[in-house]
């Protein structure tokens, strides 16, 4: 691994110059992007990483470059394992289409896909694996390496909780060695929750920098590109939330779901991260209290304000548990709340309007 | 009649001195559910509040007491084991309200006759007769309207909505926002179609997988009663979780824009915002 073109040219003398520098994002399509280049000498893996370094794929900046030896490859293959919702059951499905473009095979030649819906009690079982090994290689040898892979890979899912996991490509080299060249692994949030060991492994350079303090004060957060900032409880609504900004003629500026049981705190650290977006003119608070109590929400609200000031009008609905005493506590301190819905957007969304005009 | 709960419910709570399982379990007798044996092992001979008495498995709870329906509040790290242990011990309807992934846990439970509901769901509530798990029973109103969703507080604000224009509800069920899980959109049509005090159905949907086309295709072969639909996420951008483990778009599949066209083939009336429910309903009882 590499941060800086000098440690890549190194990387590469150590593995005698002919290497493969690859972008390492959390994002598919490396290779599309130009993410990944092969580089005959040290020098030259030296130019490909200056040039990955720092370039964007999918939004996320290149902070770091792996350096791995260059294969020779003949043939490319693509292994992956995914939880399927409709047959409830992991998936396995092989290609021996691999290479960079398995979306597209996916779309255009689905028959070059095979899949096999594995019963989660007994796992990937060795016939199984062997003929998915068949569907990639007509050489027993190569066939069973394959499947040998596959069926560990099956396990690493498993022991790690993983919802999707994929080899591509899985090679064979000239002399017929079956070689698993790169790999991704996706592991659900509600999952990591469950396994420290493995969250530690996080790499948060590699995450938009509101999103990662969102989700170290317990909030789901996620930048989008309009004006209005939404704050809600409840993913479900959070969603419908941004809808009707949009139905009104808005653009949501961001996704945030403050959760369930909420306090004051974390409202103001909502308020801290909404507020830091430059883009945003309106801020609206949409509470449907149920766990959820509206006076956590409005106590939050007037705690925020007395920690740092807000430069941009605030429309407050709340319903709900305690809504009568959010009321208060918000009026006592100056504000104004809405019960409805539907009111509330229309009014962030001319209040956005108005403020974009002034600004 | 209402669906999968009602007054014969017999409910068990797992997980009933836990922080979040005791707050509810109170709500839910304060409802009037009939909670009759809470279990956490180890408190086994304790009496929750005076009323309930503590078991450390579910099946002692289930032998002393004939509870047939658990809701599972115990953290996630125990979840699945929670579910396992109710099925063993013979429950029929088991709702799990914490998150996790059950894909170890669904074939098991098909091959004892278990419900799932959930997991991560917000459970169910047949208004006025029994409520089990955590939506707040003082939102909804009895009445004929069947409701479904994937989600949690849009479900309140749509339950809301309906309360407060007098159409009341036969059962409120939310299945969760999980990528796997125990009943789908499916199962509570069928089960709404077949009850005698519904008379519409309030299908509340998200981005993120095929469930909602699959239930469209159900709509259209399935069922008479008017169904009208809503999909939360219309402006979600592709491949980011929106919250819920299960609202991601991946590609191009999963988007509102597909749900809310599979729904209009079915028949099914598309509600734009939340608000449209009662207008839409309206139009079609």
Redesign the interface.
Known sequence: MATTPAEARASADRLGGKVVVKAQVHAGGRGKAGGVKLAQTAAEAEAHAKAILGMTI?GLTVHKVLIAPAAEIASESYVGII?D??S???VVMVSPAGGIDI?AVAGQTPEKIHRLAI???YGLLPHQALTLGFALYEDVKQARAAADIMQKLYVAVYAV?A?LAEINPLVTTPDGTVQALDAKIAI????L??RPDIAALRDPTAEAPEEVAAREAGL?F?K?DGTVGCC?????????T??????YGGE?AN?L?IG?SSNPQKVVDALRIITADPSVRSILFNI?????RCDDVANGIVQATQQFPLTVPLVIRL???NEALAIHILTQAGFSALTD??EAVKQAVAKARAEGRAA | MSVFVDQETRLLVQGITGRDGSFHTRQMIGYGTKVVAGVTPGKGGQVFDGVVPVFDTVADAVRETRANASVIYVPAAVAASAIFEAADAGIALIVCITEGIVTRVLPYLHEHGARLVGPNCPGLISPSKSKVGIIPGNICRPGRIGVVSRSGTLTYEIVHQLSTHGLGQSTCIGIGGDPLIGTSFIHCLSAFQADSETDAVVMIGEIGGTDEQQAAEFVQTGMTKPVVGFIAGQTAPPGRRMGHAGAIISGSSGTAAEKMAAFSRAGISVMKRPADVVPLLQERL
């Open positions: 999918k939880v919702r409709a409830q059951r992991p979306e019963d989660p009690r909780g919802s659900d949030d509600n999952e929750e469950r789901t996620i989008l809600v409880n409840g993913a479900g609504l959070a969603m419908a941004m809808d009707l900004v949009k139905y949501p996704f779901d369930g449907f209290g149920g766990i959820t319903t709900g548990t819905m539907d």
